[in-house]
């Protein structure tokens, strides 16, 4: 922004002081001091990586959780259509790297549109609660006591969401990858489910479309990424595994339950 200097002859203004860019504050949208007391706790033990390429050629770029949140609108568009239209994704599937004291380390998301984040996860499943109030509110079954299940069914479908995707990479031999990376990523099957649930809201019988539908291409958008997260992140596999591609393809089944499991609401 220029700088307006304007005003009286004779009168000097004190220097004016650098106003903060919103692109660098790292929790720029997030909106919540409540977000970052609570990631803070995690700590860098939970951050890390212990593959060996991690290790050697990464900085621990998760040494501070602010990371998953440096995102701006643009992005927040991109990663969307991404997530809900992987077979739109006309580019790479790799994250960006940049030298930073001598070794490599990731680019935040605001730079990097395969880079995973927290903020759309988040956001998605509080949309996820509020909608699951109002079609409670349209069937007549509204009640905190029924809002707090359905809030607790969401968490646990995270956590399962999560554990499938560290268990297929144990079972792969792709070590430990970050566990806020499989939160990120576990996290952005409720773009899909909210759409599925507004559907419903809308139309009943649009719901097991869209459900089915937003299901599907949620596992492609998880298998393109654990693919990467196999192959060129962890630098750990086993090459023409018939076990890895049948793992990868029980991964794209389990999300049709785990979406009908979460997307019934009220029934």
């Known amino acids: ?33 409540l977000i970052r007391c609570g990631l803070g706790a995690y700590g860098e033990k939970f951050l890390g990586s212990s593959s060996e390429f991690m290790q050697s050629n990464i900085t621990k770029y998760l040494s501070n959780p ?16 991404v997530v809900l239209f992987p077979f739109l994704h006309r580019g790479h599937w790799t994250r960006i790297t940049e030298p930073v004291g001598g070794r490599l380390s990731y680019k935040p998301p605001i730079y990097d549109i395969n880079a995973p984040d927290l903020y759309i996860p988040l956001m998605a499943f509080g949309t996820y609660v509020i909608l699951a109030g109002f079609s409670f509110g349209l069937l007549g079954k509204f009640s905190p006591e029924a809002l707090s299940l359905q809030f607790t069914r969401g968490l646990v479908g995270w956590v399962i969401q999560v554990a499938l995707l560290k268990g297929m990479l144990h079972s792969l031999g792709g070590g430990e990858a970050p566990l806020l990376d499989m939160v990120a990523y576990g996290g952005y099957a409720f773009t899909g489910i909210s759409l599925a649930v507004l559907s419903r809201l809308w139309w009943s019988y649009a719901y097991y ?33 018939s076990r890895q591609h049948y793992l990868l393809l029980f991964m794209i089944i389990a999300q049709f339950p785990l979406f009908l499991w979460l997307g019934s609401v009220g029934v």
């Open 209 to 241: 479309f869209v459900l089915i539908w937003m299901s599907l291409w949620t596992g492609v958008f998880l298998l393109k990424t654990m693919k990467r997260v196999l192959f060129t992140e962890m630098r750990s596999y086993e090459k023409h595994s």
């Open 66 to 81: 602010q990371y998953y949140f440096q995102v701006n609108d643009q992005y927040v568009r991109n990663k969307l259509k």
């Open 1 to 33: 922004m220029y700088d307006n200097r304007g005003g009286h002859a004779g009168v000097q203004r004190p220097p004016m002081t650098p106003q903060p860019n919103p692109l660098e504050n790292a929790f720029y949208g997030a909106g919540s001091g």
